[in-house]
Every structure is written in structure tokens, then in C-alpha cells.
């Protein structure tokens, strides 16, 4: 268990940041809800019921333990350092560096950051382009433009959208779904894992209507919206100053990921308008670091995999869950040896040495296994540039190498908890400082 200091100095900081406009009780109830899907038509890919169990039919032993991570807002230097804190000294068991979604916005960004964070890996998805609750179409549209003529980044890349403050309605669903995007992730799971009501559902599709936030959005619920194909990712909170939501996620019934929902500009200290390092933000990230590292190793001596994954990485396994077993987390990485050489892959060995007369024999893949899923690497080379041009950038080169000297106190980095694995204490919504 992690430290009792720790949890008791983390505890007051997270409680703080209920003064921004954290949520104070359930958004949602079984009445309010009135939620019913036909699981007999209702099937992956493309449907999924909202459930508390694991998708595909899997049993929890199987599932891995998800943390995702996400950032919101503007995309400068300090921010992708802010994001580099807490995981760019980090492995998943893979072998792979992890991966996050960062919603962002317009104003103040650079762009050709933007650029260097998608072309490493990271999803990069909509949050309007000037900041507003409930935005309307050209605000969420208007961002998806920006993306593509300033980032280069092609509207198929532009899955998910996050809505400012969180503050969403129906319509903006709507409006989402006929922009063509996959999933929308502005909704909370408001009711712990141990409570026989609990709203801490998988990812679910909206073909039998929105099943959280019931009682906070107007016309949502009781089979509405009716939106096929399309899906929320709740974001889930935490609720105790000990630890326990993160083990009952992780421990629980269903081994519901979690996750770790940060406004950059919030947590680092060099921002402009701030010039010095404040020295407990080296506390604060340092007890950040230390929970994920205590997250990790848990797992580990359990024998669970643990990814530290983004927004699109959780969904394709959603749409096509495999078990743990599958996954093989310590056998990712194929060592290939031959009489003339070796090498190694994420993608199989050849069956064959490859030579100039066979260069792509084939490959070596476990009975029943599919193409490798959380690669570090993208098979093909991802398109940018506007108007689908194909081009790459120079790669993101952090600027605080070295010791990590991030936050100005935990109260200014807004945590949740969504269907993988985190730590939040005290019910935590996202900052509406912001």
C-alpha cells in the first residue's frame, strides 16, 4: 500500500481543487439512467453496452490494468514538459514508452509541438478552439481545421473530443457524432466501484442512449441520445484519502482502469508568468511519480499488466479486447537469431533468415494472436500536413532534462480516475478555473 504520509499530505492538496468546481455527489442514479441495452444486438466493434464488466465476455483475471493519462488545453513547451514528469522515465511491460491524449485548444498553442507529440505516438484530440462549455458546431469543428491546416494532423487522427469545464449537452453530442468523431470523453463516474450502483462504466456506445451524468445533463439518459456507433469514455474519480479507489479498481470485481486528468498549465512551474521553481512542486511531483511507481510495481509482483495508455490505445482494446495471456506483456519484443546475425522486433521473428533472394519471409505469430497491439511504434508512417500530405518533423527534445521540478502543489494538477488505474481522493472534477 502506498505510504500513509504520502496519502495523508496528497489527501488536503486533492481536496483543494474541489474549490474549482469539484463535483460534490452522484451525477447519476439507476432512476435517473433508465438505461437498457440489448447485449444480444448490441456487439463489438461497433456496440458495447454500458457495463461494468470487463468487454468482450472477458473474466477480470484477464484484463489488464489500465492507468490512463490525458492533458487538457493549450500545447507549449512547459506543458509537454509537464506531461514528461510523470512519464518520460517510464516503461510500460511491453518495453514501450507510454502514450497520452492531449484535448487541446487554439489560443496560445505552438503548433509545431502539436505536430512532434502526434508524430510520437501521442493522440492528440479536440477541445474547441477558444475554450467554451458547451460549444457549438464551428467552435468544435473550427479546432479540427485548425489541427489539420496548422498541425498537420489529418481528420481521421482527430478521434475524441473533451468538452471545456466539462460542461456538455445532448446537442453537443449530437453535434460530435455528425462531425464523425469516434468518442467523446467529458462525462464522470461519480459513484465508487464498491457500490452496487456505481456509474464506472467501460467505454459503452450511445445506440441505447448516455447512461452517466444523468442527472447534470438536460434530455441525456432513459435511451438518449441516440447516437450508434459513437462512444463515451467516462472519467473516474476518486473518493478516499487511503488508496482504496485505486484498489478497487485494481483489486475490484471488474478491474476498472483509472486514470490521470491534468491541465499542464496547472501543474509546472515554467509557465511565463511564473519564473522560479517553487519548491513544493519538487514535493508534489515527487509524490505523483512516487503513486506511479507504486501503481507499476504492484502490478508487476502481482503479475498483472499495467499499461499507462491513451484515450485511442484504450479504445482499440475495448473494440477488440484481448487477454492478458495474449498480450504476453514480457514477450512483446522478439529476439530473432540466425547463423549469420540476430536482430529484434515488435512484429514476430521471420519463420526463415531473411536474404536478398526472400526478404520478407514470413512471420513467426501465436496461434489465435492477431497483429500486436500497443506497438511502440506505428506500423506505417503517420500522415500529416494539410490536405493529407505526408511529411515528418524534427522529434520533441524535452527542455528540463534531468531531475523532474513540476507542480506548484497538488491542488493545481486536477486528477480523475477513468476505467484503468489511478489515485484521486475526495471526489475530483476537473478545474472550472479554467
Keep these: 500500500m502506498l505510504s500513509y504520509f504520502l496519502l495523508a499530505f496528497l489527501t488536503p492538496l486533492l481536496a483543494l481543487a474541489s474549490d474549482d468546481g469539484g463535483i460534490t455527489g452522484?451525477?447519476?442514479?439507476?432512476?435517473?439512467?433508465?438505461?437498457?441495452?440489448?447485449?444480444?444486438?448490441?456487439?463489438?466493434?461497433?456496440?458495447?453496452?454500458?457495463?461494468?464488466s470487463p468487454p468482450g465476455g472477458l473474466k477480470p483475471s484477464d484484463v489488464p490494468m489500465f492507468i490512463v493519462f490525458t492533458a487538457d488545453d493549450a500545447v507549449q513547451s512547459y506543458a509537454l514538459d509537464s506531461v514528461n514528469q510523470f512519464l518520460a522515465q517510464r516503461k510500460n511491460p511491453n518495453g514501450c514508452a507510454p502514450k497520452m491524449t492531449y484535448f487541446t485548444s487554439l489560443m496560445y498553442t505552438n503548433y509545431t509541438l502539436v505536430t512532434d507529440w502526434f508524430i510520437a505516438g501521442n493522440e492528440i484530440a479536440d477541445h474547441t478552439m477558444t475554450h467554451v462549455g458547451d460549444p457549438s458546431v464551428d467552435e468544435i469543428n473550427g479546432n479540427a481545421v485548425a489541427l489539420n491546416a496548422l498541425a498537420g494532423i489529418s481528420q481521421s487522427s482527430l478521434q475524441g473530443f473533451r468538452a471545456p469545464f466539462l460542461e456538455y449537452s445532448v446537442n453537443t453530442l449530437k453535434r460530435l457524432y455528425a462531425a464523425k468523431f469516434t468518442y467523446d470523453?467529458?462525462?464522470?463516474?461519480?459513484?465508487?466501484?464498491?457500490?452496487?450502483?456505481?456509474?464506472?462504466?467501460?467505454p459503452y456506445t450511445l445506440d441505447y442512449g448516455m447512461a452517466n451524468d444523468c442527472l447534470e445533463v438536460e434530455g441525456s439518459c432513459k435511451g438518449q441520445p441516440v447516437?450508434?456507433?459513437?462512444?463515451?469514455?467516462?472519467?473516474?474519480?476518486?473518493?478516499?484519502?487511503?488508496?482504496?479507489?485505486?484498489?478497487?479498481?485494481?483489486?475490484?470485481?471488474?478491474?476498472?482502469?483509472i486514470g490521470l486528468y491534468t491541465h499542464p498549465f496547472l501543474s509546472t512551474c515554467r509557465r511565463?508568468?511564473?519564473?522560479?521553481?517553487?519548491?513544493?512542486?519538487?514535493?508534489?511531483?515527487?509524490?505523483?511519480?512516487?503513486?506511479l511507481d507504486w501503481a507499476q510495481a504492484t502490478a508487476q509482483q502481482n503479475g498483472v499488466v499495467d499499461d499507462i495508455v491513451?484515450?485511442?490505445?484504450?479504445?482499440?482494446?475495448?473494440?477488440?479486447?484481448?487477454?492478458?495471456?495474449?498480450?504476453?506483456?514480457?514477450?512483446?519484443?522478439?529476439?530473432?537469431?540466425?547463423?549469420d546475425f540476430s536482430f529484434s522486433t515488435w512484429y514476430g521473428c521471420p519463420e526463415v533468415e531473411p536474404t536478398l533472394s526472400n526478404q520478407n519471409p514470413a512471420q513467426q505469430v501465436p496461434d489465435d494472436e492477431q497483429p500486436r497491439r500497443f506497438r511502440c511504434e506505428y506500423s506505417i508512417s503517420r500522415p500529416i500536413g494539410p490536405a493529407g500530405a505526408n511529411f515528418t518533423g524534427p522529434a520533441y527534445v524535452p527542455f528540463s532534462a534531468g531531475v523532474s521540478q513540476f507542480p506548484s502543489g497538488l491542488s493545481h494538477l486536477i486528477l480523475h480516475a477513468s476505467l484503468a488505474v489511478g489515485l484521486l481522493f475526495g471526489i475530483v472534477k476537473f478545474s472550472k478555473h479554467f
Excluded at 435517473?32 to 461494468?52: F, H
Design 185 to 202: 470523453s467529458s462525462a464522470t463516474s461519480s459513484i465508487p466501484v464498491t457500490d452496487p450502483g456505481t456509474d464506472a462504466f467501460w
Design 310 to 339: 491513451s484515450n485511442e490505445q484504450l479504445l482499440a482494446w475495448v473494440k477488440n479486447p484481448v487477454p492478458v495471456s495474449q498480450l504476453d506483456a514480457n514477450g512483446l519484443l522478439s529476439h530473432c537469431t540466425f547463423p
Design 227 to 257: 447516437l450508434p456507433g459513437f462512444w463515451e469514455i467516462p472519467m473516474y474519480a476518486f473518493f478516499d484519502n487511503l488508496g482504496d479507489t485505486f484498489t478497487a479498481h485494481y483489486n475490484g470485481l471488474n478491474r476498472q482502469l
Design 272 to 291: 511565463p508568468t511564473q519564473a522560479f521553481v517553487n519548491a513544493s512542486s519538487k514535493v508534489t511531483i515527487g509524490m505523483i511519480n512516487q503513486f
Design 26 to 52: 452522484p451525477t447519476t442514479s439507476s432512476d435517473a439512467a433508465g438505461y437498457s441495452c440489448d447485449a444480444s444486438n448490441c456487439k463489438l466493434p461497433s456496440c458495447n453496452c454500458a457495463s461494468t
